[in-house]
C-alpha cells in the first residue's frame, strides 16, 4: 500500500514543478529590471539575451568593452551594459548606483550573480595562495558584494535572486580554488534564502554541470597544468613522476568533451 502513497507524492511533486513553469511563462515583462553579472561570454551573456527577447529590461554587468559591445550588438536597443570587475569594491558601488537611478522605485526583479573564472587546478602541493585567491575573490566574495550591494533594490521589488554556482559546489570536482569558492557560494545562498523569505525575496542557485565555455576552455587549462609543472621544484617533479603530468594532460584533453547546448541552461533561467 505505501507504494501507492510514494507514486502519488511524486505524481503531485511533477504537477507542482510543471506549474510552476507555466506561471513562469506568464510572468508580465513589462517594467521589471534584471541586474546580470558576467555577461561578456557564456551563461552570462545567454541570459543576457534570452530575459532581452523576452521583454525584460535588462542590465548586463561585463568586465570589458569589448564583451559588452558585443552584446549590444547582438541585443535589442532596451538592454543596458555597465562595466562591472566583481573584486572592485568601489566599481561595485558605482554600478549599484547607476541600477538604483535607473530602477527607481519599482525595484530590481532579479539579479543574477554569474560572473566566475575557474583559476588554477593542479594538485593542492603544486599551488600557491594566490591559486586560491583568485577564484575565491569573484566567485564567493564578488558574488557576496555585489548581492550586498544590489539587495535593498531586491527587496524593494520582493524579487528573486539566482546564484550560478557549479556541480564543483557540490562535488569537489578539482584542486585549486575553484570548488572552495562554489561551496561558500553555496553557503551564502542557503543562508540568504532564510534571511530574505520574511520579505518576500526567492533565492536560489544553478548547478551547471560540464558546459563548453570559456571558462573550461581545455587548452588554456593544458597550457597552465605544464607551467605550473615547469616552475615546481625538482622534489616535487620526482614524486609526482613525468607519468603524472601526461596524465593530467590526457584527463584535461578528455574535459573537452563537453556539451555546447546551453538549453537545458536557458529553460532554468
Same mark, same amino acid.
Given at each position: 500500500?505505501?507504494?501507492?502513497?510514494?507514486?502519488?507524492?511524486?505524481?503531485?511533486?511533477?504537477?507542482?514543478?510543471?506549474?510552476?513553469?507555466?506561471?513562469?511563462?506568464?510572468?508580465?515583462?513589462?517594467?521589471?529590471?534584471?541586474?546580470?553579472?558576467?555577461?561578456?561570454?557564456?551563461?552570462?551573456?545567454?541570459?543576457?539575451?534570452?530575459?532581452?527577447?523576452?521583454?525584460?529590461?535588462?542590465?548586463?554587468?561585463?568586465?570589458?568593452?569589448?564583451?559588452?559591445?558585443?552584446?549590444?550588438?547582438?541585443?535589442?536597443?532596451?538592454?543596458?551594459?555597465?562595466?562591472?570587475?566583481? @573584486? /572592485?569594491?568601489?566599481?561595485?558601488?558605482?554600478?549599484?548606483?547607476? =541600477? !538604483?537611478?535607473?530602477?527607481? %522605485?519599482? +525595484? &530590481?526583479?532579479?539579479?543574477?550573480?554569474?560572473?566566475?573564472?575557474?583559476?588554477?587546478?593542479?594538485?593542492?602541493?603544486?599551488?600557491?595562495?594566490?591559486?586560491?585567491?583568485?577564484?575565491?575573490?569573484?566567485?564567493?566574495?564578488?558574488?557576496?558584494?555585489?548581492?550586498?550591494?544590489?539587495?535593498?533594490?531586491?527587496?524593494?521589488?520582493?524579487?528573486?535572486?539566482?546564484?550560478?554556482?557549479?556541480?564543483?559546489?557540490?562535488?569537489?570536482?578539482?584542486?585549486?580554488?575553484?570548488?572552495?569558492?562554489?561551496?561558500?557560494?553555496?553557503?551564502? @545562498? /542557503?543562508?540568504?534564502?532564510?534571511?530574505?523569505?520574511?520579505?518576500? =525575496? !526567492?533565492?536560489?542557485?544553478? %548547478?551547471? +554541470? &560540464?558546459?563548453?565555455?570559456?571558462?573550461?576552455?581545455?587548452?588554456?587549462?593544458?597550457?597552465?597544468?605544464?607551467?605550473?609543472?615547469?616552475?615546481?621544484?625538482?622534489?616535487?617533479?620526482?614524486?609526482?613522476?613525468?607519468?603524472?603530468?601526461?596524465?593530467?594532460?590526457?584527463?584535461?584533453?578528455?574535459?573537452?568533451?563537453?556539451?555546447?547546448?546551453?538549453?537545458?541552461?536557458?529553460?532554468?533561467?
Amino acid at each position: 500500500m505505501w507504494h501507492h502513497f510514494v507514486l502519488w507524492l511524486i505524481v503531485i511533486f511533477i504537477w507542482w514543478k510543471w506549474r510552476g513553469r507555466e506561471n513562469l511563462d506568464k510572468v508580465d515583462p513589462e517594467g521589471k529590471y534584471i541586474f546580470i553579472t558576467g555577461c561578456d561570454s557564456g551563461f552570462g551573456k545567454l541570459a543576457a539575451m534570452t530575459f532581452d527577447r523576452r521583454g525584460f529590461q535588462v542590465i548586463a554587468g561585463c568586465l570589458t568593452e569589448k564583451g559588452a559591445k558585443e552584446l549590444k550588438e547582438e541585443s535589442s536597443a532596451n538592454l543596458q551594459t555597465v562595466q562591472l570587475d566583481v @573584486t /572592485n569594491s568601489d566599481n561595485i558601488k558605482q554600478v549599484a548606483e547607476q =541600477v !538604483k537611478k535607473e530602477v527607481g %522605485q519599482r +525595484g &530590481l526583479w532579479g539579479l543574477i550573480n554569474n560572473a566566475g573564472v575557474m583559476g588554477l587546478s593542479a594538485p593542492t602541493d603544486w599551488l600557491r595562495i594566490e591559486h586560491f585567491r583568485v577564484p575565491i575573490e569573484v566567485n564567493l566574495m564578488g558574488l557576496i558584494n555585489v548581492t550586498l550591494n544590489m539587495l535593498p533594490l531586491v527587496k524593494k521589488a520582493k524579487g528573486r535572486i539566482v546564484n550560478v554556482t557549479s556541480v564543483g559546489g557540490i562535488l569537489a570536482i578539482c584542486s585549486g580554488g575553484y570548488c572552495p569558492s562554489k561551496y561558500g557560494a553555496e553557503a551564502f @545562498t /542557503n543562508n540568504l534564502r532564510l534571511d530574505m523569505k520574511p520579505f518576500g =525575496v !526567492k533565492v536560489s542557485c544553478i %548547478q551547471p +554541470g &560540464l558546459f563548453k565555455t570559456d571558462l573550461s576552455d581545455r587548452v588554456r587549462i593544458i597550457k597552465e597544468k605544464v607551467a605550473i609543472w615547469n616552475s615546481l621544484p625538482p622534489t616535487i617533479q620526482r614524486q609526482y613522476g613525468e607519468h603524472y603530468l601526461k596524465e593530467a594532460v590526457f584527463l584535461s584533453f578528455l574535459s573537452g568533451f563537453r556539451t555546447e547546448d546551453f538549453s537545458s541552461m536557458n529553460s532554468r533561467l
